[in-house]
């Protein structure tokens, strides 16, 4: 990972007052983690949530049994659910980030969903910014990856926030 990435990230999320939240499923924490180094960071990082567990997911997000059921824990619409419950719970955040994925083998693999298969949902100015990524590697590798991942999506949108602002 670029290093200075997370430092980055929050001197953008200072320069335009923004807060962040964070609901991690297939990273654990890990993005949350990473960016706890960055100066100014409690002034950005309202809070994260790791859901792992669909119980989780379903509990503390609202994401609703049938979408789990229909299209499994890894999948877009599920972090779809899983953003707009983050926000539900943190309504002052400006920004709300969900990620869940396929970091390893699991039921949820299919030929068209492979291990390495991650989705992130950025909630930013009540808009829905859905991505899905691949990435190949052991299961560690594919949760930096996916981290790293979510930084440089952050940075895009910010970074277009600032240039239509000027």
């Not at 807060?19 to 499923?25: D, N, V």
């Not at 955040?93 to 991650?118: E, F, I, N």
């Amino acid at each position: 990972m670029k290093k200075d990435l997370p430092t980055q990230l929050v001197k953008l999320f200072i320069q335009q007052k923004l807060t962040l939240a964070l609901a991690e499923s297939c990273t654990c924490g890990l993005a949350a983690a990473q960016l706890a180094p960055a100066e100014g960071v409690s002034e950005v990082l309202l809070g994260s949530v790791v859901t792992y567990h669909a119980e989780a997911k379903q509990q503390l997000l609202g994401v609703k049994k049938a979408t789990l059921a229909t299209y499994s824990a890894e999948s877009q619409q599920t972090t779809n659910e899983m953003a707009l419950g983050l926000h539900r719970q943190l309504p002052t955040a400006d920004v709300c980030v969900a990620v869940t994925g396929l970091c390893g083998p699991g039921q949820s693999a299919t030929p068209d969903k492979p291990v390495g298969t991650v989705f992130v949902t950025v909630l930013f100015q009540d808009r829905a910014h859905e991505y899905r990524q691949q990435f190949s590697g052991a299961p560690d590798a594919i949760r930096q990856r996916a981290a790293e991942f979510i930084y440089e999506k952050l940075l895009e949108l910010l970074e277009r926030q600032q240039q239509a602002a000027a």
